[in-house]
């Protein structure tokens, strides 16, 4: 822009103007595309804006002997080219050193400049104590989940360790082995999905939805021999339509202890503990007698009324009890079942001899636990998803 000192604007006229800041602008491009250190751009922003030697000053005071009908049409372009330039902030920018830091610049101006942007940003982003902060819900477990938790570490306690099985369980470990023989009306008591094309299959290699978490009891015995304390949470299936208390998916816990000498005294005591640790030490347990299948003799576990007492309510019917679980000695017919399957592998495997180890098992529906823990009277309201629901849980 040494030029500037030659060019004499003698014209004010469109023309003239328009061409002696096309040579301004030029002469800037030029010299800004060699600046390449931080010394030679503040050197060159100087020479531009200067106040009293620059080349913007100089250009102003030319400017100002424009005749008053030319005024406008100079002005105008003298803006354009000073926003060319651009303003000491964007110095740095204009002749490419953007990527200049505060730390990386020993560069008075631009160091200034950028420490400004940094408070700035600083600012906006500080934090207004007075607005009204963001409420993040902590999440919790399910209350089924909850009390599914609950229920195992009852049993946990007592040394029983937890075991899971598959939802797709085969006509085999769901029925046959637990004693339900093809055709047997035991099984329409347990009716379910089956998965398709499953008809030239063998039927105990047949396909379906589990209905109960016992097949888990058949798996477990068939990879390990006694002694056996084990817990079965999980997810079963049955063809039942939904009403308040019925759901055609649902969650059950199995039980299952197999050792020498495991006697009805114990599932009676092991079961009182559970429901005293449950429900409350006050609680009493008494058992009916029950048809399972799978354990001989079975028993129906009822826990005093929670809600009267045991005096009688609506919630008891009025009995005083409430119907839990299910539960029984194991049947010789299971323990065959499953030596069977073990002789494939082992043919003198006798660890499940009915001679000389005894179990028992039991069965218990979750939701109906949570129901009874926490007076819920549509079981709908577990799988609704409805937040004011399970916000009650948290
Ligand atoms: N599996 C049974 C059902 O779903 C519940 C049950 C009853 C399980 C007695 C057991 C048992 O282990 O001993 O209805």
């Not at 299936?237 to 020498?260: K, M, Y």
Request: hydrophobic share 35%.
């Amino acid at each position: 822009m040494d030029t500037l000192n030659s060019l004499v604007l003698e014209k004010f006229t469109d023309d003239a103007v328009k061409s002696f800041f096309q040579r301004l602008s030029d002469q800037f491009q030029n010299e800004a595309a060699a600046v390449t250190t931080p010394q030679q751009a503040e050197e060159f922003r100087l020479r531009c804006q200067g106040r009293k030697q620059g080349i913007l000053t100089k250009v102003g005071e030319l400017l100002k002997q424009a005749p008053p009908e030319h005024k406008k049409n100079v002005g105008i372009s003298f803006n354009r080219f000073k926003s060319e330039i651009g303003s000491e902030r964007e110095w740095h920018k204009n002749v490419g050193l953007a990527g200049l830091t505060p730390e990386t610049s020993p560069y008075g101006n631009i160091q200034g400049y950028l420490d400004k942007l940094k408070a700035a940003e600083i600012k906006q982003n500080e934090i207004d104590i007075t607005l009204p902060g963001t409420v993040r819900a902590p999440g919790i477990p399910h209350p089924l989940l909850k009390t599914m938790h609950e229920i195992v570490a009852v049993f946990h306690h007592l040394g029983y360790s937890t075991n899971l099985g598959p939802q797709v369980e085969s006509d085999f470990y769901n029925f046959e082995a637990l004693n339900f023989p093809p055709n047997h009306p035991a099984r329409d008591t347990q009716d379910t999905l089956v998965i398709a094309a499953q008809q030239t299959r063998p039927s105990r290699d047949r396909l379906l939805m589990r209905t109960h978490t016992s097949p888990v009891q058949i798996r477990t015995m068939i990879a390990q021999a006694p002694p056996i304390r084990i817990v079965i949470p999980g997810k079963v299936h049955r063809n039942d339509a939904a009403d308040a208390t019925h759901s055609p998916i649902f969650h059950q816990i199995e039980g299952l202890c197999v050792a020498t000498n495991i006697t009805f005294s114990d599932l009676k005591g092991t079961l009182d503990h559970a429901m005293k640790a449950l429900f409350g030490s006050d609680v009493k347990t008494r058992f009916f007698p029950s048809f399972f299948p799978f354990t001989e003799p079975s028993a129906d576990v009822q826990i005093s009324c929670i809600f009267c007492g045991g005096k009688g309510c609506r919630k008891c019917k009025h009995s005083g009890w409430i119907e839990l679980l299910g539960c029984g000695m194991v049947d010789p017919a299971v323990f065959a079942a499953v030596t069977a399957e073990r002789r494939k592998v082992d043919p003198s495997d006798d660890a499940y001899n009915p001679e000389k180890i005894t179990g028992f098992a039991f069965g218990m529906g979750v939701e109906r636990i949570a129901m009874i823990q926490h007076g819920i009277s549509d079981i709908g309201h577990f799988y609704s998803g409805d937040m004011r629901f399970l916000e009650q849980f948290a």
